[in-house]
Every structure is written in C-alpha cells, then in structure tokens.
C-alpha cells in the first residue's frame, strides 16, 4: 500500500515548487542584462574559455559551462540561457525545505522556503544567467553533508564533500567563506570535541577546493585574478551592509516581515534553544563570513560585492521560518500563503524597463539600414545579443563606407570608446545627440569615412 505520510512532505514540496515556478517564470525572457550577456558571448560560446579564463569576474566558471552546454543543446533563446539559474533556485528552494524540515518541522521548511523565495535578491538571481542561485544550492548541499549528517567512513560521504567543495569553487572563487566555515565545523568536532572520525571529512574538502582553484591557475599567471580581486567590490562596510539589505529586505512590505521574523527566530534559537544544528550552523557561517572579509579588508581595503553574500539569504530564511512557525502556530500556513500573493506585485519589477530597452528603442527608431552603432561596455554585449535575435547584428560592425555611425558612450569619453572598438579612424564629425538615460548620457551621431 502507499505509505500516505511518506507523500505528504513530497506534495508539499511539488506545490511549493510549481507556486514558486508561476512566480517566477514571467520574467525568465525579460530583457538580458550586461553580466549575463557577457558570459554568453564571451565565455558560454567556447567550453575551454568557460573552463580557464578568468580574464574578468563575468565567468562563474560552471555556470558558464551549464549555459555552454544548454545553448548547445537547445539555442541561444533567453529561457535557455537562463535554464541553469532557475533550475539553481527552484533546487535552492527544495534543499532549505528538507534541511528545515530535518532541523524542525514540515512548518518551518516551508516557511524558511517561502521567504527565501521572496527576497528580492533571491528572485532577482532566479531569472538572471548567473552563478548565485547555484552557490545557494551548493551551499545548502554542504551544509546537510557536514553540519547536519554524522561523519561515517562512507566513501559516498568524502567523495559528495569533495564535489560540492569543487562546484563552490568553480561558481566563484569568493566562495571560500563557505568552505571555510564548514572545514571550521570539521575542525571543530574532530578536536576541540574529540570526535576524530571527522577528521576524515576534512581532507576532501581540502582535495576538492585545490582542484577548483587549479582553473583559476591561467588567469592568477596573467595576473587578472589579483588585480580584479584588488580592484572591484565594496569599499566600506556601510556599503557593504546597505546593498546587503536591499538584495535582502526590499520587497515592499515582505521584507519587514522577513526582518521581523529573523529577529523572531534569533530570540527562539537563543533563549530557548530548540534547534543547536541550526544555531551552530548560522554561527558558524557567520563566523567564516566576518573572519575573511576582515582579512580581505586589511589586504585589499574592500570587501566583496554584497551578491557575493548572496548565500546568506539561506540561513537568515532558515531563522525567519523559525520564528514565523513559532509566532504563527497553525495560522503559518496561512501567513505564507498571503506572503506568496503579496510577493506577485512587487516582484513585477523585475520586469521592469531597463537602460538595455531605452537603447534598442533609440536604435530601432533612429538607426536606419545603411548605419551603424557603436556601444561602449557594458551595454555592447546585451545589445548585440538582441540585435542578433532581431537579424539586426550587422548594425554592430562599423566598416568603411557606413554613412552614419551612432555611438552610445555611457559617460566615457568619446576616443576611448572609438579606440576600444578600433573604429576611431573610420568616424569623423560627431555631435552630441539627447541622452538616452542617466546610465548613458552621451550619445554622438557621426558620419562615416
């Protein structure tokens, strides 16, 4: 006979997942952003520069070959580039579930799940082609290997560390806070507790992390590695903490409630203790986090991009489900159930106008057949890439002969543009035209030599 418990938290789930899935699908073919734009063409087009060039932070390495491998597949469609990304998030979804059903109960998975998926940042990554849901995924997946599982002598075990410690580092190599926090907790129970059969766990992360920073090898050699960790990321903590919180806090309304929850769930997990795992854990993680943007901060005066802690959202939704479930009793399910249908209007936004539509507009209304464009960084990638769904790429290529050349200079100035392209010696006569926005405030019409 079926075993109808056994299927309820797998209904549960399912329900959860396709909720989430009509929330975010929508805006999973909006406009193409510069980031993602960049990993297609520049990474996600050729498997050997997805797998060893790290020429700019743009190539989150298995993310590049996820979409290389998906494109090959299936085309260059937006759905497509995206796939990995939303199949991150709905498995990011999943994961904090099952790791706050086991920590809990089914009450507080769901809640920790729901909140999740309604933070800004959260959503925002599920439709945009990069790494970060896949770090939140591989994250959770590390945190049920090491913090909530004993350390057995299982190969399955060391063999899993060691693959999901590679992945972490082959999404991005700032994900040595989370690796670092769970060889802490490793460390942690094999001597301070005398535990040594964890021990064993160690070495496979170790293993795993070294083979991930090998594909980093060509870059570190060229020196692009030290320099972009030197020259991007936030650089006070203020800002840091500010656009932490609004990839955390910002959707209207729901992210009080999330705040409130989280506070919730700290006096919870503090005072009356029901859940150590989780408590060491977040401590844990938190720990690592602080420690090594410190370190950075004291070599490099800068921290990290705030997306970069994008993985936080993971443990703080875990602490808000605590709270929520504790506050709510048998009213959560209703509590989440408004959340979800409150989070629909506000995450309209992601769909909202952006500078990459301005432009297109602009080019389709003033550019005609016999012209040219010429867009500066980082606008020139998504550009080109709609453009060549339009069967429009040719407007991209400035070739002698061209009457009119129309340059979108994004506040540069206008030789360095020209220069960048190699086309300086094929324009002449510019003049300045009305901005398309604040994010591209020069734009020169030029005639062709």
């Known amino acids: 006979m079926i ?7 797998l209904f549960a789930v399912t329900g959860l997942l396709l909720v989430i899935a009509a929330l975010y699908l929508p805006y999973i073919d909006r406009t193409m952003y510069c980031d993602e734009a960049n990993t297609l063409l520049q990474y996600a087009d050729e498997l050997p520069r997805a797998l060893f060039s790290y ?7 298995l993310h590049s070959v996820a979409v290389w491998l998906m494109t090959t597949l299936a085309g260059d469609a937006l759905v497509v580039v995206r796939f990995a990304t939303f199949a991150g998030a709905l498995l990011s ?10 920590l809990a109960d089914q009450r507080v998975g769901i809640a920790a799940a ?3 998926a309604t933070t800004w940042g959260f959503a925002e990554f599920a439709v945009n082609a990069r790494g970060y849901t896949l770090t939140i995924f591989f994250t959770l997946l590390l945190t049920e290997r090491v913090f909530l599982a004993q350390a057995t002598r299982s190969r399955w075990q060391r063999y899993s560390l060691l693959l999901i410690s590679l992945a972490l580092m082959l999404l991005l190599p700032s994900n040595l806070m989370i690796i670092g926090a769970a060889g802490l907790w490793i460390v942690w129970r094999a001597i301070w507790r005398r535990e040594r059969r964890y021990a064993a766990l160690l070495p496979p992360l170790v293993v795993g992390t070294a083979i991930g920073l090998l594909f980093y090898l060509p870059s570190f050699l060229q020196g692009f590695l030290g320099s972009h960790f030197s020259a991007f990321g936030e650089t006070t903590l203020t800002g840091l903490l500010s656009n932490s919180a609004l990839l955390i806090f910002t959707t209207p309304g729901i992210g009080l409630v999330f705040a409130a929850a989280i506070l919730t ?9 029901p859940h150590p795992p989780a408590r060491v854990w977040i401590g844990v993680m938190f720990a690592a986090v ?18 970069n802690y994008i993985f936080l959202v ?15 009793g048998r009213w959560t399910l209703p509590l989440l159930a408004t959340v979800l249908i409150a989070s629909a209007i506000p995450l309209r936004a992601l769909n909202q106008p952006h500078d990459v539509d301005l432009l297109l507009a602009r080019i389709a209304a003033e550019v005609t057949p016999g012209d040219a464009v010429v867009v500066a960084p980082c606008f020139n990638a998504p550009i080109q890439y709609h453009l060549f769904k339009m069967d429009q790429g040719n407007l991209l290529f400035v070739e002698p002969g061209t009457e009119q050349v129309m340059v979108f200079t ?6 360095e543009v020209l220069a960048l392209f190699g086309v300086r010696e094929l324009v002449a006569d510019c003049r300045r035209l009305e901005p398309v926005s604040e994010a591209v405030p020069d734009v020169y019409r030029c005639a062709g030599v």
């Open 3 to 9: 075993n109808r418990r056994r299927l309820h938290p």
């Open 55 to 61: 020429a700019t932070p743009n190539n989150h390495i």
């Open 93 to 102: 979804v999943a994961m904090l579930y099952r790791i706050g059903s086991r």
């Open 114 to 116: 729901v909140f999740m």
């Open 265 to 273: 769930g700290i006096a919870v997990i503090l005072l009356e203790n």
């Open 290 to 307: 602080i420690m090594i943007a410190a370190v950075q901060w004291i070599v490099l005066g800068r921290f990290f991009y705030a997306r």
């Open 314 to 328: 993971a443990p703080l939704a875990l602490l808000a489900g605590v709270g929520a479930s504790r506050v709510a």
């Open 410 to 415: 994004r506040g540069q100035p206008l030789d």
